[in-house]
């Protein structure tokens, strides 16, 4: 058992290592408002996590994998990275706290856009593909404690993976001054703009698969 959870937690944090749209939002929201914001949003996108392990143990997943719903999806997330993206820009100069100052940014707000950011077509694609395989595997009618295993297993190693993160940009944000995390606010806005674009790409190419 424990060599299950072990090698789950090590699968959990290998997967979230790469780069994506919410470490992007994570690191924004750290840089500006602190250690809470930005895991905050991670908290979000394990959310979305959680919900989607559930719908993977009720065998509603795969539906999301039907072109007619997957589609809008990605129109839906190009959508939803624009706006974040663009907001990201507008506002770079704002919300700014320096360290040992309050934020006056509710975690709520990042929380949301935690949410958001996770309700993209890339990130549901990838937990019913990748994920759905391996709890899929794990899945078995008479010993459901082992996909619980390593279900638990996969959410501890995003933990970690987030915790780590934030202690990082922590104690980066020290060090800079307010101009620098207005800089890294525009690039993480253009990044999420980026993979708006490239969200957006896929739904027009996506198109004649529900013609």
Known sequence: ???????????????????????????????KN????GWSVGLGGMTID????????????????????????????????FHIGYDSIKNADHEITLVGEKSTKSLKSSYKNGLLVAISPGNLVFWVSIFGTILSNSFDSSNIFNFFIVSVGIII???????????????????????????????????????????????????????
């Not at 058992?1 to 750290?30: D, H, N, R, W, Y």
């Not at 602190?34 to 914001?37: P, T, W």
């Not at 993160?165 to 101009?179: D, E, I, N, Q, S």
């Open 157 to 211: 190693g995003i933990l970690i993976h987030d915790i780590g993160l934030m202690a990082v940009v922590t104690g980066a944000r020290k060090f800079l001054k307010p101009t620098y995390i207005k800089r890294a606010s525009i690039v993480a806005g253009l990044v999420l703009i980026g993979f708006g674009c490239y969200f957006l790409y896929k739904f027009i190419d996506s198109i004649p698969m529900i013609m």
């Open 34 to 37: 602190g250690f809470m914001h």
């Open 50 to 81: 959680l919900i989607l392990i559930i719908l993977l143990f009720v065998g509603l997943a795969p539906i999301l994998t039907i072109p007619f719903i997957q589609v809008p999806l990605w129109i839906i997330g190009a959508i939803v990275l």
């Open 1 to 31: 058992m424990l060599v299950l959870l072990f090698s789950s937690i090590l699968l959990g944090l290998s997967i979230a290592l790469p780069i994506g749209t919410i470490s992007i939002e994570m690191i924004k929201q750290g840089l």
